[in-house]
């Protein structure tokens, strides 16, 4: 039987990638956007666009928070283009958003303990979990799990310190994190290592369907801005799809950064344990001493087997063929 989840995100380019494979591998029971990668107009729609793309317009579909708690929104529509996929320019969706607000869904759904085995896979920034969390603090004890691409380990990308999702609502991430569900975080010290090129681009191009096709423009985007592209959000999906592609994890103790004038975002991860001698390794993998830290309360993803993610990209981006 397949992982029953709920996708929170803020459909860009990699979000539009890991919903397509959410949907041949786990039970999608509902997705909530939020504002993000670009404006929640954009995201929804997004979403909803991709719903109908690989025919599940069965999923419902939430709009959420449209900006972060206590900030302006600040999107990365640079990287991601004006509309969040790229330079495509998509039709107004047909599929209906539902009445309901994200935040109220993931209360609703949660309080019913028949929903309690639900992992929560957050591929953008936390704005909706947390208000959702501030407003039914029980919540935090009904959500068995959260998959959660952000943050990092060790530098950023909107900022040298902070990856984006974080970096979008530091005041939300805090709360999030702080909150005691169980935790995954994969962060950009992992994603990096997801090194898509013009090649795999031209896979994904020869497979006559339509979803591989978007993919391939969807991905090809990225490429021509930088060479290559990590597809961040699907990294985290393949961490419930295929557990084996995440090759190494390790537990340690991390904290949001809210108030720092450089730093504001950066996911703080006590990893002293893993100092090790070697100048060429930011982080030993295995511990070189005893922590002596605060106790861990996420499990951070360090190393991955690209080859593998690519087969199960491919074989499933394929799938979509018949």
């Known amino acids: 039987m397949s992982k029953r989840v709920i996708v929170d995100c803020d459909t860009g380019i990699d979000d ?3 919903l397509l494979l959410c949907f041949r591998h786990l039970d999608v029971v509902g997705i909530t956007t939020v504002a993000g990668n670009v404006a929640l107009a954009n995201t929804q729609r997004n979403t909803r666009y991709v719903t109908e793309l690989a025919g599940r317009q069965d999923i419902p579909v939430y709009a959420g928070c449209d900006r972060p708690l206590l900030v302006p929104l600040e999107t990365a529509a640079a990287v991601h283009g004006a509309g969040g996929l790229g330079d495509i320019k998509i039709p107004q969706p047909t599929k209906q958003l539902e009445e309901l607000h994200a ?6 759904t949660y309080a019913d303990s028949a929903n309690r085995d639900i992992t929560l896979v957050t591929i953008g ?3 909706n979990v947390a208000l959702a969390l501030l407003r039914e603090p029980r919540l935090a004890g009904w959500i068995p ?3 959660c691409m952000g943050g990092s380990l060790t530098y950023g ?3 040298p310190a902070a990856e984006f999702n974080v970096y979008a609502d530091p005041e939300a991430a805090k709360i999030v994190f702080e909150a005691g569900i169980p935790l995954r975080m994969v962060g950009l010290n992992l994603t990096r290592q997801n090194a898509m090129t013009a090649q795999d681009v ?11 096709a978007f993919a391939a423009r969807l991905l090809d985007y990225v490429v021509r801005q930088d060479g290559r592209g ?7 999906v393949m961490w419930l799809i295929e557990p084996s592609i995440i090759t190494k994890s390790l537990p340690l103790h991390v904290v949001v950064e809210t108030k720092g004038e450089f730093t504001r975002g950066m996911t703080l991860c006590d990893y002293r344990h893993l100092i090790g001698s070697d100048p060429a390794r930011d982080i030993e993998h295995t511990p070189q001493y005893t922590a002596h830290g605060a106790p861990p309360n996420v499990t951070v993803a360090l190393e991955m087997d690209l080859a593998a993610f690519n087969k199960v990209l491919f074989d499933t981006m394929n799938s979509y063929t018949q």
């Open 103 to 108: 935040v109220d869904y993931l209360i609703r």
């Open 230 to 236: 990590c597809l961040c959000d699907a990294c985290a």
């Open 202 to 212: 031209e896979t994904l191009r020869g497979m006559g369907n339509a979803p591989a």
């Open 125 to 127: 920034p936390l704005t």
């Open 145 to 147: 799990e959260i998959m």
């Open 16 to 18: 539009a990638i890991a």
């Open 157 to 159: 990308n909107h900022t």
